[in-house]
């Protein structure tokens, strides 16, 4: 294979353990007729694997160095690339009525926390996502109630998906390696919402604005939206720290606080 340079603008960390790729494969478990689509297939490494078990892959690329090294390599009848920044993509337009996206990537980490919300944004034609990502981002989508790496992303994400840790990547398996770990989540989108909210903007934004004060009671960071006994009467104590609510705490507040003129901000990262 034509040798390509990573490009740390790119945020580029090509996977080289074959093992590991296999593992995933195996962790996908993908159906000749999946609508399989892997975001950011670099140098094809997890690419031939998943073309091996299904009979056509879409994939997004934005490295047009990238793009003409696959096209070169893999026949377009198995392989559709579109040559486009992930978090600009519109995942809707791969979709059919019958067959959902399986969503699978190696993903930058330089932008995996926007892309995690973008792809959320349409969750909706999403069957499930296999995604390696640094370490401390897999332990916060998957964090529970109580523990340090619980914050905004886990509670948004476990909003719409089931999460669970497959497996740890080390630095040797990239090339050039990163400084920390990897790791291999899986996201499967819920069939019904376990907590839904009544107004999902309004939800997302008292979400974003409690953890933008974590360390303190949630009376102070809710007292432009709702007073002290708004929060008790969604059976929250407003003495805990936002670490401390669960998913449906949250969606409670939210429920319950009075009509706002406007919903509180929403930022692109947690």
Known sequence: MARHQARKRFGQHFLTDTNLIHRLVRSIAPARDDRMVE???GQGALTRPLLDAVDHLHAVELDRDLIRLLERQIAPE???????????FDFRTLATDDKPLRVVGNLPYNISTPLMFHLISQMDVIRDMHFMLQKEMVDRLVASPGTSDWGRLSVMIQYHCDTDFLFTVPPEAFSPPPRVDSAIVRLTPHATLPHPARDYRFFAGLVNQVFTQRRKAIRNGLKSLMTMADIEAAGVDPGLRPDQLSLADFVSLANAAPPQEGSPSQETAP
């Open 39 to 41: 975001i950011g297939p």
């Open 78 to 88: 198995r392989l559709t690339v579109h040559a486009a920044d992930a978090l600009r």
